[in-house]
């Protein structure tokens, strides 16, 4: 029988440092306009640098996520991480394992991450007491009764794919997702869909009528939400962010259009009647949630480090380990370029008359 050390035994956090803060009376400044230089667009394409030291690469789902061993993102040199932003922004995600990044402190961890742009710091979720504010703790565990993480899910599916703070002007791109401690047994995966295949698998005209829409991103509903959970001691950093998307971005780095809604952030569709917008917007939502052919599943332990490109995915946690089980990880999110929005191609290779070809067979 295999041994499991059930949540009753569990021992003292193994890092103590990065356990979270909620102080209802900090404030930060939002990074502000920047111009952004991307990292990708610099990157040998066969990533020679990146990999060289690689023991197993692999393919966690056709569309979504490579996994690469034996390689530590600590010692990458500045070609190498030019390489893992073009695989990134390829692949969707990149899964490294066995990392020392966990334990090479603050400020080496934010000065790789910020290689690609300068970190968001966050409205409302814990960093560190005596770190940074541009960590974002996630951290559940039966020993301490203040944490947020249940409550703020509580009364609503887990399962919420989205974009990390996607109401910023320059939204997020890499992200990296490193955890620190995971439950034990199996549970507290990420789930990570590829938005380049959502938009891909609609049809031909749909797609079409995506592209040159927009579509408001505010930051209002996760607020009131901190507010009706934790009242007095809501931590609201920031006041509420808003910015104004295309419905269908185009990536700096590969050129490939990607859908950028989400059920978090997206609030309605601009110019269309709320309706209308209510009626696109949900019909897109579930089409992201139903995607199973075009997401992955990231099993965690210790030492793993995820890093994923927000302009091409959307993730979600899944929040399905036994309540009280130890989960400790910190974010580090990098903001990147103004969204680029994608125009209807005037030459459709031929996808169009396709279309029209299965109405005519549908019809008949
Ligand atoms: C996140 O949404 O950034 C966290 C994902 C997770 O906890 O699995």
């Known amino acids: 029988m295999i041994a499991k050390t059930s ?3 569990l021992g003292a956090p193994q890092y103590p440092d990065y356990l979270p803060h909620y102080d209802p009376l900090e404030s930060v400044e939002p990074v502000g306009p920047f111009e952004h230089d991307e990292p990708g667009l610099r990157a040998d394409k066969e990533c020679p640098n990146l990999l060289k030291g690689a023991t197993k690469i692999f393919e966690l789902s056709p569309h979504c996520g490579t996994e690469i061993q034996g390689v530590q993102i600590s010692r990458l040199s500045n070609a190498a991480l030019d390489e893992m932003a073009y695989l990134c922004a390829e692949r969707g995600c990149l899964v490294f394992r066995d990392q020392d990044y966990t334990d090479i402190g603050f400020e080496a961890q934010k000065k790789i991450a910020s290689y690609f742009g300068p970190l968001h710091k966050h409205g409302w979720m814990p960093h560190p007491e005596n770190g940074p504010v541009e960590f974002v703790i996630v951290y559940d565990s039966k020993e301490r009764s203040d944490l947020r993480i249940r409550k703020s899910w509580a009364r609503k599916s887990p399962i919420q794919f989205h974009v ?11 992200t990296f997702f490193c955890m620190l401690e995971s439950p034990p047994g199996s549970g507290g995966d990420t789930i990570i869909s590829s938005m380049y295949r959502a938009f891909e698998r609609l049809s031909p005209s749909f797609r079409k009528r995506l592209e040159g829409l927009t579509a408001l991103h505010t930051t209002a509903n996760p607020i009131a939400r901190e507010l009706r959970d934790n009242g007095d001691l809501a931590v609201l950093r920031r006041p509420i962010t808003k910015a104004v998307h295309p419905v269908v971005q185009v990536h700096p780095v590969t050129g490939r259009k990607s859908l950028f809604v989400n059920s978090s952030y997206t609030q309605r569709i601009t110019g269309w009647d709320d309706e209308e917008s209510d009626m696109m917007l949900r019909f897109l939502f579930d089409h992201v949630n139903r995607g199973q052919d075009f997401a992955c599943r990231v099993r965690y332990e210790p030492g793993t480090v995820v890093v994923w490109d927000q302009r091409c995915t959307q993730h979600s946690q899944t929040l399905d380990y036994e309540a009280g089980g130890r989960r400790h990880a910190f974010r580090l999110t990098p903001l990147a370029n103004v969204p680029i929005p994608s125009k209807a191609d005037d030459d459709d290779g031929g996808d169009c008359a396709q ?7 549908n019809l008949c």
Not at 355 to 361: N, Q, V
Request: hydrophobic share 25%; proline share 19%; charged share 30%.
């Open 7 to 9: 949540p009753g035994e």
């Open 164 to 174: 990390d703070q996607s109401p910023e002007a320059q939204p997020p791109g890499l």
């Open 355 to 361: 279309d029209e070809g299965r109405m005519m067979l």
